[in-house]
């Protein structure tokens, strides 16, 4: 069956860094577009950015230069670093395969202050 198992998260002061990891199995992992989606409450489910299966990324304008996205095949992880942290970056941040069929992990809390 499908895993995407996130690790990572935690509490941390403005200006400071966390490494998400998410681990997948159940599905090719080589072949697979993958990204990272956070919800804060009250806000909407936001795209943080995504990396194809070909390496090309993409980074919403509002972490665009603080974080960094990659891929391990050989381990079939996908991590983003985070750097420089905000007070809005806080949020439950989710691991997903964005292309079909369509796969979500279960989500890890990133607390700034």
């Known amino acids: 069956h499908v895993q995407l198992v996130e690790s990572g998260g935690g509490s941390v002061q403005a200006g400071g860094s966390l490494r998400l990891s998410c681990t997948a199995s159940g599905f090719t992992f080589d072949d697979s577009d993958m990204g990272w989606y956070r919800q804060a409450p009250g806000n909407e489910c936001e795209l943080v950015s995504t990396?194809?299966?070909?390496?090309?990324?993409y980074y919403a304008d509002s972490v665009k230069g603080r974080f960094t996205i990659s891929r391990d095949n050989a381990e079939n992880t996908v991590y983003l670093q985070m750097n420089n942290l905000k007070a809005e970056d806080t949020a439950v941040y989710f691991c997903v395969r964005t292309g079909a069929p369509n796969y979500w992990g279960q989500g890890t809390q990133v607390t700034v202050s």
């Open positions: 990396i194809s299966s070909d390496g090309s990324t």
